[in-house]
T-cell receptor, first 112, second 113 residues
Framework: GENVEQHPSTLSVQEGDSAVIKCTYS??????FPWYKQELGKGPQLIID?????GEKKDQRIAVTLNKTAKHFSLHITETQPEDSAVYFC???????????FGSGTKLNVKP | DAMVIQNPRYQVTQFGKPVTLSCSQT?????MYWYQQKSSQAPKLLFH???????NEADTPDNFQSRRPNTSFCFLDIRSPGLGDAAMYLC????????????FGPGTRLTVT
């Protein structure tokens, strides 16, 4: 089955700096890669996603890049703010079946 | 607002005492999922329904069961909770098994005493 690895497990940045979280996947058949933000005591919320026919996607301060050849994808957050502090999960989904394989999560701390 | 609702938000049960968690959705989505999330870990899929078709993950213990009486509601039954079943239980929905985005509810925190 699919295996998703996520790094780093914790990330601390100063407010205004950029943050990058990286994930690798093992199954070349995976074709959908969402990123979820989970605040303490809440369910995960989708923040951005990318499909395998696209190399990059951007939404305001958040961007995701995908390298299909290397089987890795990354989340980029620019101009970080304290409210960006949360746990971020990447996931990969196999074609034709909507099962998510989650990474182990990254705890992002944005220091004011 | 359309959403995924989970009740209760916090549930305390005794070791071995059956417990039921509920999930409802106003999104009219065909697929509903149940995940287990232990502290500092990723969500782990237990099972999902596509309409009334039930799909169990191979490693989901028999102790966990689910019911979906209609499109809007889905229940998670834990027949004999053990201490290891203490976790956050997340319900999610998606339009179909070919539409990708999953919408998560706020979760139910289960404590087993």
């Amino acid at each position: 089955g699919e295996n998703v690895e996520q790094h780093p497990s914790t990330l601390s940045v100063q407010e205004g700096d950029s943050a990058v979280i990286k994930c690798t996947y093992s199954d070349s058949a995976s074709n959908y890669f969402p990123w979820y933000k989970q605040e303490l005591g809440k369910g995960p919320q989708l923040i951005i996603d990318i499909r395998s026919n696209v190399g990059e996607k951007k939404d305001q301060r958040i961007a995701v890049t995908l390298n299909k050849t290397a089987k890795h994808f990354s989340l980029h957050i620019t101009e970080t703010q304290p409210e960006d502090s949360a746990v971020y999960f990447c996931a990969a989904s196999l074609y034709n079946f909507n099962k998510f394989y989650f990474g182990s999560g990254t705890k992002l701390n944005v220091k004011p | 607002d359309a959403m995924v609702i989970q009740n209760p938000r916090y549930q305390v049960t005794q070791f071995g005492k059956p417990v039921t968690l509920s999930c409802s959705q106003t999104l009219n989505h065909n697929v509903m999922y149940w995940y287990q999330q232990k502290s500092s870990q990723a969500p782990k899929l237990l099972f999902h329904y596509y309409d009334k078709d039930f799909n169990n993950e191979a490693d989901t213990p028999d102790n966990f069961q689910s019911r979906r009486p209609n499109t809007s509601f889905c229940f998670l039954d834990i027949r004999s909770p053990g201490l290891g079943d203490a976790a956050m239980y997340l319900c999610a929905t998606s339009i179909s098994d070919r539409e990708y985005e999953q919408y998560f509810g706020p979760g139910t925190r289960l404590t087993v005493t």
